[in-house]
């Protein structure tokens, strides 16, 4: 009960910090390096503009140019030699949180 309950309380803090809704919450998992990595999730997720547009107090979603430019190496990244211990991090390794 108090994992679900400080999960619950985490979740609306983030929530009122930095102004996410749920779409953001479920496409922002695509963004773990085996996710972003995986060709398979491209089948689920096979455009970063979904996640871009409820991100808009990140990114504008009017810089056509940007979006587009992101979107382009989200396509190409499954396709791109990484290590495989790349797939092995989270999220927070690469923004310097762990």
């Not at 929530?15 to 998992?29: F, H, P, S, T, Y």
């Not at 990595?37 to 990140?58: F, G």
């Not at 979107?71 to 791109?80: G, M």
């Amino acid at each position: 009960m108090r994992c679900r309950s400080f999960l619950s309380t985490a979740s609306a803090e983030v929530r009122k910090r930095w102004e996410v809704d749920d779409k953001m919450m479920l496409n922002i998992r695509f963004l773990s390096p085996r996710q972003a990595l995986s060709l398979r999730a491209r089948d689920i997720c096979p455009s970063i503009t979904p996640l871009v547009q409820s991100a808009s107090n990140i990114i504008s979603i009017d810089d056509l140019e940007l979006v587009q430019a992101l979107d382009d190496q989200w396509r190409r990244l499954p396709l791109v030699t990484i290590p495989e211990e790349i797939t092995k991090k989270t999220i927070l390794t690469f923004s310097g949180e762990n």
